[in-house]
């Protein structure tokens, strides 16, 4: 049967959910080397002898898959190409109607060899930075009128693994989407520390979509932006998260819709936050995903949503 194409379309992070690329455990074979891990997270259960098996994470991915199309969620999955493919948030993502192919790090942007398929039954528009710009899925967040950018300032881009989006894509981004405000925020780096890394900006903040948010202040390297997201938010909208629980990214939910939080198993005190704030908050078991340094957001790529606003 032939694949239907998708029409891109994504605002923010929280409009109900139409269709989705989920990653895939298939293929990406046996623990990586200690030298060739990209983060703090995959380096520490690379030591550990705790880095997930092929089995178990396609296992927990293929649950996702059922739950969000138990949610009437077109899911789409990338072409396996044999390698690690399990966090298609980082290889592209979609702002307004415009498929954005990400400039990521070197070594993974063999990657978006998965996505040849998606493209090409998509007559979208798909828009690829210039090599000086950098920039990865995670860092970026679809606001309804901002999109808000994690980034890291030389020498920091230049210094740590970690740093994965310039400030140069906020220029970029700025010029694409002229009708948004793009809003930049510094985040912390460290290649060996993942409590004291904020990998991506959805590590460190979860906006969701009856105007709360998680958040751990200490990700963020500018104390101005604190502030600037503590006046955003009410003090009784906001979670404060831990540094443990941004190491497990905790915060690193994806909204089906403004009410419809799906998060991993194991959170209680976050799980708890947003049942009362009074999201219907759907569990699935990622463990081992997340022992390779991403979650829910991380895993899965927004092609369509319904739009929340003209």
């Not at 997930?52 to 969620?73: A, C, F, G, M, Q």
């Not at 498929?99 to 790090?105: E, G, P, Q």
């Not at 049942?275 to 790529?301: F, N, P, Q």
């Amino acid at each position: 049967m032939e694949i239907q194409p998708v029409a891109w379309l994504v605002q923010n992070e929280w409009g109900p959910l139409q269709a989705v690329m989920v990653g895939t455990g298939v293929g990406m074979g046996d623990a990586p080397k200690l030298e060739d891990t990209f983060d703090p997270q995959s380096r520490k259960h690379v030591l550990n002898g705790t880095y997930p098996n092929e089995i178990h994470v396609t296992r927990e991915l293929d649950l996702l898959v059922k739950i969000l199309k138990s949610h009437n969620v077109r899911v789409f999955r990338p072409d396996l190409i044999g390698m690690n493919q399990v966090f298609t948030r980082d290889i592209g993502l979609v702002i307004d109607d415009q498929f954005i192919l990400t400039n990521m790090v070197e070594d993974r942007a063999k990657e978006q060899a998965g996505l040849k398929s998606m493209l090409q039954r998509n007559p979208g528009n798909v828009l690829t930075p210039p090599s000086h710009v950098h920039l990865e899925g995670g860092d970026i967040m679809p606001m309804s009128d901002e999109i808000w950018v994690g980034y890291a300032k030389e020498p920091d881009f230049t210094d740590f693994t970690t740093a994965r989006t310039n400030e140069a894509a906020i220029e970029w981004l700025q010029r694409q989407f002229p009708d948004r405000t793009v809003r930049g925020f510094e985040l912390q780096k460290s290649d060996t520390d993942p409590s004291q890394n904020a990998l991506h900006l959805d590590c460190c903040i979860a906006p969701l979509g009856m105007d709360h948010m998680m958040y751990h202040p200490a990700g963020f390297k500018n104390s101005a932006d604190v502030a600037w997201l503590q006046e955003h938010y009410p003090a009784e909208n906001r979670m404060e998260l831990t540094a443990t629980e941004m190491e497990h990214m905790h915060g690193n939910v994806l909204s089906i819709s403004p009410h419809v939080v799906i998060s991993s198993i194991g959170f209680e005190r976050t799980f708890n936050q947003m049942k009362r704030w009074g999201y219907d908050v759907i569990l699935v078991d990622l463990t081992e995903t997340a022992k390779m340094g991403g979650l829910l957001r991380c895993s899965t790529m927004p092609l369509r949503r319904q739009p929340t606003h003209p």
